[in-house]
């Protein structure tokens, strides 16, 4: 459900003309960059965190998770000869799928600490319930990958499927308990938001049901949908790509809603939005404007 400024900022945008969305949004509380720079001098610390997390320690991060993903799966290709090449290519590129999803949700969380370090709180698809992020798009390649294990395992034993025999199919179960960690790896991934034992800035945000709670602070909250929309579509028009970039062209998306309810305008995020974000952003990281 939308919240109230929400549903004015949806009208305002929609009716411009409207005399009451207008008297709403002028009263509307806003946010801008300088206004957070004079709240938050003491960055430093900040910055720091900012830059390893766009540096080498994200792509570290991703080659040890590959590295743990490919590891024990090349260690049963011997197994799996017999099921054909073909089997073993589709399960290797459903690896590479994975690892690819662990490379865009690094950037994912990039892009949160580009935006934290200049007064914008930025928002993910919640992933706090077992259906929300049991249906990420990550998961899926993951549970795929591990069924599709277990049968070419299985496959390379029996290649014709007429032995059914209990140590093969034993063996099938037991590579795929075998491979089971990825399912806990991808679900890590893919809980961006989450934390061990207590709450992440945007869950605290999400919990209380109030976008304005940072406000005070200067902190403007936008959902990485929203972003990657004005960013990656909005600003891609002709006159738009013109103007020179200023971050308080994001502090103005501050109330601005990611739900499809009734809002024609929603765009899904993809899975190589992260990357295109940081790419454009990393660019305006110490920008003061």
């Given at each position: 459900m939308d919240r109230p400024h929400t549903r004015v900022s949806r009208v305002y945008r929609r009716h411009p003309e409207s005399r009451v969305a207008s008297l709403v949004v002028a009263r509307a509380k806003m946010t801008s960059i300088e206004a957070f720079a004079a709240?938050?001098?003491?960055?430093?610390?900040?910055?720091?965190?900012?830059?390893?997390?766009?540096?080498?320690?994200?792509?570290?991060?991703?080659?040890?998770?590959?590295?743990?993903?490919?590891?024990?799966?090349?260690?049963?290709?011997?197994?799996?000869?017999?099921?054909?090449?073909?089997?073993v290519a589709i399960e290797l590129a459903m690896i590479a799928m994975i690892a690819w999803c662990a490379v865009e949700y690094g950037h994912r969380r990039a892009v949160w600490f580009v935006c934290i370090a200049?007064?914008?709180?930025?928002?993910?698809?919640?992933?706090?319930?077992?259906?929300?992020?049991?249906?990420?798009?990550?998961?899926?390649f993951a549970i795929v990958f591990v069924a599709?294990?277990?049968?070419?395992?299985?496959?390379?034993?029996?290649?014709?499927?007429?032995?059914?025999?209990?140590?093969?199919?034993?063996?099938?179960?037991?590579?795929?308990?075998?491979?089971?960690?990825?399912l806990l790896m991808t679900k890590n991934l893919c809980d961006i938001e989450g934390a061990n034992a207590l709450l992440t800035v945007p869950m605290f945000v999400y919990f209380f049901d109030d976008?304005?709670?940072?406000?005070?602070?200067?902190?403007?909250?936008?959902?990485?949908?929203v972003l990657a929309k004005y960013v990656l579509i909005d600003r891609k028009d002709e006159k738009m790509a013109l103007q020179k970039f200023s971050w308080n062209e994001i502090h103005a998306l501050h109330g601005e809603s990611a739900n499809t309810d009734g809002d024609s305008a929603y765009r899904r995020p993809t899975l190589i939005d992260g990357i295109r974000l940081v790419a454009f952003l990393k660019i305006y990281k110490d920008l003061e404007s």
């Open positions: 709240k938050n001098a003491r960055l430093d610390a900040m910055k720091k965190a900012r830059d390893a997390a766009c540096g080498w320690r994200l792509w570290l991060a991703c080659a040890v998770f590959s590295f743990l993903l490919v590891g024990p799966v090349v260690s049963l290709v011997p197994v799996m000869r017999g099921a054909g090449p073909a089997y200049r007064g914008v709180c930025v928002t993910f698809e919640k992933t706090e319930g077992f259906r929300a992020w049991a249906t990420r798009a990550p998961m899926t599709l294990h277990g049968f070419i395992t299985y496959l390379g034993l029996d290649p014709t499927l007429s032995k059914g025999e209990l140590a093969d199919i034993l063996l099938a179960v037991l590579s795929i308990l075998a491979v089971m960690f990825v976008d304005d709670i940072l406000v005070e602070r200067g902190f403007a909250t936008v959902p990485f949908a």
